[in-house]
T-cell receptor, first 117, second 115 residues
Framework: EAQVTQNPRYLITVTGKKLTVTCSQN?????MSWYRQDPGLGLRQIYY???????DKGDVPEGYKVSRKEKRNFPLILESPSPNQTSLYFC????????????????FGQGTRLTVV | GNSVTQMEGPVTLSEEAFLTINCTYT??????LFWYVQYPGEGLQLLLK?????DKGSNKGFEATYRKETTSFHLEKGSVQVSDSAVYFC??????????????FGKGTHLIIQP
């Protein structure tokens, strides 16, 4: 089954304690990205990756890091979480933006609800 | 750059009512258009899509037609159910804009169906 898997689904942590949210896809997609969803703000892109070892900032990258050592995995790292990073996070994957791929959709993980106290 | 505009709601309807959620877009070229749905506590799922002008996407009783002349992709359903309560996102995918994958989302419309 085609899917994007995120872990954990729920996480409560304290300010400053490093954490990693994992994301894995089984569709051989080149493109992966992270979003955060906040009330009234919709989905905002944090970081994205066009392929292995190629990552770039999205709209709200401050306080986050990512890595793309393998095609299937794209972890999101919060080195020193703060309360303003309390949010619902989604990982997504898709084929890259070329020709036929533009007619295909992005696939989303189930989400990670993070609370930083 | 590309943009998607949709009503944010909440939109509250009674069961069996007719639903329309408006979505308009701005984009260069010929983007593909999508509706995603997010049920409570879950991730975004593709509801339907249309990849060229005048295409109609449909799924689970929902429909949307790609109208290039009005740059719109309104979501409709003839008779909603309580189980349709969710947040609905309109999105487009095009050659430019939208974080390198060309994806641009609206802010989402929260739909509440009352029995």
């Amino acid at each position: 089954e085609a899917q994007v898997t995120q872990n954990p689904r729920y996480l409560i942590t304290v300010t400053g304690k490093k954490l990693t949210v994992t994301c894995s896809q089984n569709m051989n997609h080149e493109y992966m990205s992270w979003y955060r969803q906040d009330p009234g703000l919709g989905l905002r892109q944090i970081y994205y990756s066009m392929n292995v070892e190629v990552t770039d900032k999205g709209d709200v990258p401050e306080g986050y890091k990512v890595s793309r050592k393998e095609k299937r995995n794209f972890p999101l790292i919060l080195e020193s979480p703060s309360p303003n990073q309390t949010s619902l996070y989604f990982c997504a994957s898709s084929f890259t933006r070329t020709g036929r791929a533009l007619r295909t959709e992005a696939f989303f993980g189930q989400g990670t609800r993070l609370t930083v106290v | 750059g590309n943009s998607v505009t949709q009503m944010e709601g909440p939109v509250t309807l009674s069961e069996e009512a007719f639903l329309t959620i408006n979505c308009t877009y701005t984009a260069t070229g010929y983007p593909s258009l999508f509706w995603y749905v997010q049920y409570p506590g879950e991730g975004l799922q593709l509801l339907l899509k249309a990849t060229k002008a005048d295409d109609k996407g449909s799924n689970k009783g929902f429909e949307a037609t790609y109208r290039k002349e009005t740059t719109s992709f309104h979501l409709e359903k003839g008779s909603v159910q309580v189980s349709d309560s969710a947040v609905y996102f309109c999105a487009l995918r095009g050659l430019s804009g939208g974080g390198a994958d060309g994806l641009t989302f609206g802010k989402g419309t929260h739909l509440i169906i009352q029995p």
